[in-house]
């Protein structure tokens, strides 16, 4: 999935990451594809056993800066947060990415507007 990303030059200016093993292991897989600084990943506990509403409030959090960013995690957690700015997903395998275009100024709008466009990756289909 690394490799699409990369393909695409879709490089996030944020990864946020589990603290889990295996979700840390996948955000460090994929930051490399990307050439994005390992370091860089940010690891916040509050990605792990959360449900979707608090992993919007973090997203909210982050403010203007950062335009594109990357959350590596749980499911059911992520497939509730795809779902909630997105009815079209409805399930997230494993590995899968759901890209969203959202139109703001800021991170604290999400989740109350439509994503301009919506695309869901999975490992057996780019």
Aim: aromatic fraction near 4%; charged fraction near 25%; proline fraction near 6%.
């Amino acid at each position: 999935m690394g490799k699409r990303l990369a393909k695409r030059e879709a490089i996030p200016d944020l990864i946020l990451s589990s603290p889990a093993k295996r979700a840390l292991k996948t955000a460090q897989l994929i930051a490399k594809k990307l050439d994005y600084k390992l370091q860089d990943i940010v690891v916040d506990d509050r990605l792990y056993a959360t449900g979707a509403d608090e992993l919007l409030h973090l997203i909210r959090k982050l403010g203007a800066k950062p335009k594109s960013v990357m959350l590596v995690g749980h499911n059911p957690e992520l497939t509730e947060l795809a779902h909630h700015l997105s009815s079209k997903i409805t399930h997230l395998p494993t590995c899968a990415i759901a890209d969203f275009t959202i139109e703001a100024k800021s991170w604290t709008t999400i989740g109350k507007d439509k994503p301009a466009s919506v695309v869901l990756y999975t490992p057996e289909k780019s």
